[in-house]
């Protein structure tokens, strides 16, 4: 059975590790950086919840010494629900997803890091027989390569989430597992960051899948993935897809007509690209369960091992630009002095800003749009 990071199992508590080590010291978890609403504000609701938590907490084999100090600095976090509540899942052509994945920025970062990891990645591969390449490239999907592992305090995030979100079981499991993470020794309440969601490290573990899935690779007693070093959280990457069933020797999948490996052909956007895929592919999607993401995966892959662009293309977007077209766009207007974010050929907030003030300096309509009459008056 594939066992799914982002949505685990109900029973997934009953992977955590009994305590071997001391609990925590209480420690001050730093906020520094993070905007207002990512910051702990009083909240009496809240305060009774944890109250009403502790005995639960307790009974899943939580210590009142690791309740304590993950509780001491922790908070409600308004900012938490705010993105909750208003996420909203863009909805990206494959062009303009393998753009963002396989950035140049993105392909040369990823050459750099795994040149700099080679000999870690290498002895992950042989361990755990999963190609060195796809786990450097989900670390760069989720962290750019540890980068962005997250700075929110993951008990108030999780504790927040539990008590006012929309799937307060689910959260109060992340919690619990956690608390879990504290209780083992593995790290410590100031170091247990990630995202508003839960999500933690280099790789971005949910915690019920930590404990499921992560392993102290570097050997020194600690399932370390959120420190500078990467092995435990690339190691534990690794672990996560051979356990979900990769495949060993199998590449992922190819771009259709290429000389890949036999498997079934998607095509995820009408009119682009076609990729005949495997089942390592499917064992991708149990990290994301996302078509696009696990082309994401496989290319980037591809390309920090070497291989060079799509040999397809795609058709034009919506208003007739090709993604060539957006490329000289974007960098017609950094030229001319306007941020833009990442030139990729993604028409984004900043690049409809840029358009707008641009257009408004010409004495056009103003739209915000990328159109070939914009594209016209850059050149």
Known sequence: MKLNRRVFLAASGAFGLAACTAAPAIQRVSTNGLPADLRPVPNDGFTRWVAAFRPRARSAGISAATLDAAFANAGYLPGVITRDGTQIQTRRTLEEYLSIATSDERISKGRAAFARHASTLSAIESRYGVDALIVAAIWGMESQFGEKRGQIPVVSATATLAYDG???AFYE????AALR???NGDTTPSRLTGSW???MGHTQFIPTSYQSFAVDFTGDG???IWGDDPADALASTASYLARNGWRTGLPWGAEAGTGGPSGRTIQPQAGGVSFTVTRNFDVLKT???SDLYALGVGHLADRIGGAGPLRGSFPPDANGLTRDDRLAMQ???AARGYDIGTIDGVIGAKTEAAISDFQRRQGMDVTGRATRDVL???R
């Open 376 to 378: 016209a008056a850059l």
């Open 181 to 183: 993470i504290l209780e």
């Open 166 to 168: 929309r799937r307060g």
């Open 331 to 333: 960098r017609a207007l």
């Open 287 to 289: 990290y994301n369960n």
């Open 197 to 199: 969601a839960g999500a």
């Open 222 to 224: 600690r399932r370390d």
């Open 173 to 176: 499991s992340q919690l619990i």
